[in-house]
Each structure stands twice: as structure tokens, then as C-alpha cells.
């Protein structure tokens, strides 16, 4: 009877009495030799069979046509000796190993045949044993000479595309820190444009104050001292409307002054200003703008004080303007580093995605416009609305990180 286990190699049983013990055991390893010959000639792998000397007694014809080498060559050399030179110290250890009755996993040689062809081939040994008595070595050699191809192409596709992706991350980290420096350039520009508008404006403001305003304050006076010497009647009804409308220019004039640079911005600060903004709306357009939220903190820088409030006075002019309704809400809320604003209102709304093609009516020019500048600045607009429904806009902007944050 033949067995085989994996951690024990081949071992067969032989019916024998005490006094032809050895003979059988002879008999029985030449008649498993034959067998195992038989079945070597119908397998598709190499085949081989060493002696408890470790020389070759038998080997097939795929495993000499593996090696590139007539099946005569192989008889009666050491199973190590056919073997490149780089691997006969590890195959002479394994084959003491395994006539030692150890049974070892497979490993993996590279030949080189008399064409010059490399070949990779699996050998898979184990000892063969006869009423536990050592009669050999059994070894199954299998060419995986395309499977090791196949692992060399993967390993260097694998090693390409790390490449690739180690040049495209590179090239995509330049792009970025390109992209980071544009941007702080960009946001750096808008904030000088931004500063440069409200330097403008206040220059004007200041000029019509100097100018225009005290002009017509000292008209006033005059007239004031001019009525006091009329006695006509018609002359006094003139030098009144005159008077009147001198009145009307200085209040018109404080007006645009405050339009333009409204002192209580600098003086207070952007919530308070939104509120007095809010006030004027009502008085002008009779729309009621309810403002909520506490005061800015101290790290919104200035540029972007003078952005928050120039964007909100523009969305509440379009309420006033398109939106059909008499009611508006101004929020401002601290978020994580940020400060958000959120002008809403419940008007007759609009479709959105009609104002991303700017240019095609004044209100999504004025959209896209706040867009870009608020993006300049380092911050996010958005806007969402649906016809019936109302809109609302939300603009995120960061907050300067410092002790007073």
C-alpha cells in the first residue's frame, strides 16, 4: 500500500515476514519506481527520481526537454550538479535535507538551456519511503517560465505606473503651489483694488464735504442774512424757496456722502453700517430689512469690511429693485474662522442657473460680479432661489488669524 502526505513524503507498505525483510522492501521501491515512472510519462510537468545517494536514477522527457538536456545526461549525476551555480549550495542542502526524511515547500530555479534560453521552473520534492525505510527522492519540476514573465511585466507595469503617478502628483503639487501662488497674488490685488476704491470714494465724499457741501451751507447762510434785510413780500417767497432748495442740495449732498463712504463703517463697524443702510432702504423704498447677529469681531480686516458692505448694499438694491416684496432679513454669524452673511428674502425668486451665463441680464452680471470679487478675497457666494420661492444669497469669508480672532 502507497500513501502520501504532505509534511511526510511518499511511504509504501510491504507484505514480508522477519527473514525477507530487506528483499522485499527492494522489491517493493523498484516496482514503486516503475509506477511512479508510468505515471510521470502521462503528466504534463518534468518529472525525476534520485537515489538515497541524491543521484538521478530517472527523469522524463518534459523535465529533460525543460532543462534543455537529453534524459541520459541526467543518470547517475547528483541531483545539484545539473543545477545553475548560483543555486547548487542551496539544492545540495535541500537534498541532504530531504535524505534525511525532511519534507520541504517548493522553490523556484532559473536554468539556462543550450540556447541560451532562461527558463524558471517550480521544483516540488519529497522524500519516498518503503516500511519507513528512505528509498529515494520524488520530485514534480513544473515550468513557469510564462507565469514568471507574466509577474516581471506586472512588476514593471506596476513600477511604471508608480512613476507616473509619482510624476503626475509632482507635476499636480507644482500646479497647485502655482495655483496657491496665483491665488494669493489675485486676493492680494483685489484687497489693494478694494482699498483703492474706498480711498477713492472717501477722497470724493471728502471733496464733495469740502467743496459742494460747505458751499451750499454758506448759501444758506447768506440767504438766512439776505431775508432779514427783504421786506417785499415776493422777494421773501423767493429768497424762501431759494432757501429751500439750497436746503434740499445740502441734504442730497450728505447723502451721497454717505453713499459713498458712510463715516459710521469706519467709525462703528459693518453691522452697524448694514443697519443704518437697512434704515435708508425703508425710508427710500419702503422695504423693512431686519438685521441680525452681533458685531464683526476685530479680525475682519478692513478691505474685506469695505467688500461685505459695497456686496450687501448691491443684493439689497436688487430686493428692492426685482424682488416684489417689502420684507428682508440680513444675518451675520461667526463660523469656525470664518464670518457668513445671509441676505434673504421671500420676493418672487428667480431661476439660478439662467445667472451663471453672465451677460445675459443685469442681475446675473451683478451676480457673477460679486462672485468674482468675493472669490478674490478668499471667500465663497452663493446663491440659491426658485421663482415663487424667494432667494438667498450667503457670503462665507475668512477671518484674519490672529490673538484678537
Known amino acids: 500500500m502507497t500513501e502520501y502526505t504532505p509534511h511526510q513524503g511518499i511511504r509504501a507498505t510491504s507484505a514480508h515476514g522477519n527473514d525477507e525483510h530487506t528483499s522485499k522492501i527492494a522489491r517493493t521501491a523498484k516496482n514503486l519506481i516503475e509506477n511512479c515512472k508510468i ?23 518534459i523535465f529533460a526537454k525543460t532543462l534543455g538536456l537529453p534524459q541520459e ?10 543545477v545553475p551555480e548560483e543555486y547548487r549550495a542551496v539544492e545540495r542542502e535541500r537534498i541532504a535535507r530531504f535524505l534525511s526524511g525532511e519534507a520541504l515547500p517548493p522553490h523556484e530555479i532559473q536554468y539556462t538551456s543550450k540556447g541560451k ?12 519511503f518503503v516500511d519507513g525505510q528512505l528509498v529515494g527522492i520524488l520530485g514534480i519540476a513544473r515550468d513557469i517560465s510564462r507565469r514568471k514573465d507574466l509577474e516581471l511585466l506586472l512588476e514593471q507595469s506596476r513600477e511604471e505606473l508608480e512613476k507616473r503617478v509619482k510624476d503626475r502628483t509632482a507635476q499636480l503639487n507644482r500646479v497647485n503651489k502655482e495655483l496657491l501662488e496665483h491665488q494669493k497674488q489675485l486676493q492680494a490685488l483685489a484687497s489693494e483694488l478694494s482699498l483703492a476704491e474706498e480711498s477713492i470714494r472717501r477722497q470724493a465724499a471728502a471733496e464733495l464735504h469740502d467743496s459742494v457741501a460747505q458751499t451750499l451751507a454758506f448759501a444758506k ?10 421786506k417785499d413780500p415776493e422777494l421773501l417767497k423767493s429768497t424762501d424757496e431759494i432757501k429751500a432748495l439750497i436746503e434740499e442740495g445740502i441734504k442730497s449732498t450728505r447723502g ?12 462703528i463697524g459693518l453691522v452697524a453700517a448694514i443697519k443704518w443702510l437697512a434704515k435708508r432702504l425703508e425710508q427710500r423704498n419702503g422695504v423693512k430689512v431686519k438685521v441680525t447677529g452681533k458685531a464683526e469681531p476685530k479680525s475682519l480686516g478692513l ?5 461685505l458692505f459695497q456686496v450687501i448694499k448691491e443684493l439689497l438694491a436688487n430686493i428692492a429693485k426685482h424682488a416684489e416684496t417689502d420684507i428682508a432679513l440680513v444675518s451675520f454669524k461667526r463660523e469656525k474662522g470664518k464670518f457668513r452673511v445671509d441676505v434673504i428674502d421671500e420676493g418672487v425668486g428667480f431661476e439660478v442657473s439662467k445667472s451663471h451665463f453672465y451677460g445675459i441680464t443685469t442681475i446675473a452680471f451683478g451676480l457673477f460680479s460679486i462672485r468674482v470679487r468675493v472669490q478674490a478675497m478668499g471667500g465663497m457666494f452663493r446663491v440659491r432661489s426658485e421663482p415663487g420661492y424667494g432667494t438667498k444669497a450667503v457670503i462665507i469669508v475668512p477671518l484674519n488669524q490672529s490673538k484678537n480672532s
Not at 117 to 128: A, E, F, G, L
Open 256 to 267: 451721497i456722502i454717505s453713499e459713498l463712504s458712510p463715516p459710521i463703517l469706519y467709525e
Open 39 to 61: 505515471l510521470a510519462e502521462n503528466i504534463n510537468d518534468g518529472a525525476y527520481f534520485l537515489d538515497t545517494n541524491g543521484r538521478f536514477l530517472y527523469v522524463n522527457k
Open 303 to 307: 478691505e474685506v469690511k469695505v467688500l
Open 117 to 128: 534560453k532562461k527558463r524558471w521552473v517550480q521544483v516540488n520534492s519529497r522524500p519516498v
Open 73 to 82: 545526461c541526467f543518470l547517475g549525476k547528483h541531483g545539484f550538479e545539473l
Open 221 to 230: 447762510i447768506k440767504t438766512d442774512l439776505l431775508r432779514k434785510k427783504i
